[in-house]
């Protein structure tokens, strides 16, 4: 006896064909309804129980499979929204400003030089440090500069050591060396990218119902914190 693959049912008992009723509307051209409104549709186009088969939304079918009802996409807050935006944005703009500079030096606009530092206190993170940084060539002179990345056993008043600065109109001046130099830019636009995929989730853009207006929302949401970098960068040339 040949057995059906599916069910296991011999293929003799298996329905080739199910009844599904249909508004007149929605009949096809050559879908011959029976006396009782019903046509006979193939198996493989319906459900088990005789529904017809649809394209469900993802969310629907991730629902269906694990058994429980799928639930509509709640509507944004905008309070809660409006807040991580603001927030999200002050910690994008800080991480910004951080890593113009150093970007600046790991691409080669630079100017090389000595900085003589003059104050420090704190360690670690926490380190601040004052200078005078001088350009090679004594092509120009800045007091009272912020020098980053000195090492704790050069941290005393009167220590001499290379540094970078964007130009002559630059508050800070780098001393990291080697891998230091380019951590500085790359963990910052690594948070400022952060910060941006934050603001497209947490304020819900992505939940919006019409999709143009989720990806305007979805758009700005990055934008915002490209924008912010940019004007860093060109206020630290």
């Given at each position: 006896?040949e057995?059906e693959?599916t069910?296991g049912?011999?293929?003799?008992a298996?329905?080739?064909?199910?009844p599904?009723?249909?508004?007149?509307?929605?009949?096809?051209?050559?879908d011959?309804?029976?006396?009782?409104?019903?046509f006979?549709?193939?198996?493989?186009q319906?459900?088990?129980d005789g529904?017809?088969?649809?394209?469900?939304p993802?969310?629907?079918l991730?629902?269906?499979?694990r058994?429980?009802?799928?639930?509509?996409p709640?509507?944004p807050?905008?309070i809660?929204?409006?807040?991580?935006?603001l927030?999200?944005?002050?910690?994008?703009?800080?991480?910004?400003?951080?890593?113009a500079?150093?970007?600046?030096?790991?691409?080669?606009?630079?100017?090389?030089?000595?900085?003589?530092?003059?104050?420090c206190?704190?360690?670690?993170?926490?380190q601040?440090?004052?200078?005078?940084?001088?350009?090679d060539g004594?092509?120009?002179?800045?007091?009272?500069v912020?020098?980053s990345?000195?090492?704790?056993?050069?941290a005393?008043?009167?220590?001499?050591?290379?540094?970078?600065?964007?130009?002559?109109?630059?508050?800070t001046?780098?001393?990291?060396?080697?891998?230091?130099?380019h951590?500085?830019?790359?963990?910052g636009?690594?948070?400022v990218?952060g910060?941006?995929?934050?603001?497209?989730?947490?304020?819900?853009?992505?939940?919006?119902a019409d999709?143009?207006?989720?990806?305007?929302?979805?758009?700005?949401?990055?934008?915002?914190?490209?924008?912010i970098?940019l004007g860093?960068?060109?206020?630290?040339w």
């Amino acid at each position: 006896m040949e057995v059906e693959p599916t069910t296991g049912a011999p293929v003799d008992a298996v329905p080739r064909r199910v009844p599904v009723r249909q508004p007149r509307t929605h009949r096809r051209d050559g879908d011959e309804p029976d006396d009782d409104g019903f046509f006979w549709a193939p198996i493989e186009q319906v459900h088990w129980d005789g529904t017809p088969l649809r394209k469900e939304p993802k969310q629907r079918l991730r629902a269906r499979r694990r058994g429980r009802p799928a639930r509509a996409p709640a509507a944004p807050d905008p309070i809660r929204g409006l807040a991580v935006l603001l927030a999200l944005s002050l910690v994008a703009a800080f991480f910004a400003w951080v890593s113009a500079g150093p970007l600046w030096l790991a691409v080669g606009h630079s100017t090389a030089g000595t900085v003589v530092v003059t104050d420090c206190s704190g360690g670690g993170l926490t380190q601040r440090c004052r200078g005078i940084f001088t350009a090679d060539g004594a092509r120009f002179r800045t007091h009272g500069v912020r020098v980053s990345g000195v090492p704790a056993e050069r941290a005393a008043a009167g220590s001499i050591l290379p540094a970078w600065v964007t130009g002559p109109d630059a508050d800070t001046a780098y001393a990291d060396t080697g891998v230091g130099r380019h951590l500085r830019w790359l963990l910052g636009l690594l948070a400022v990218a952060g910060c941006a995929a934050g603001i497209v989730r947490w304020t819900g853009a992505t939940r919006l119902a019409d999709p143009r207006q989720r990806r305007w929302a979805t758009g700005g949401g990055y934008a915002g914190p490209v924008l912010i970098t940019l004007g860093f960068l060109v206020s630290a040339w």
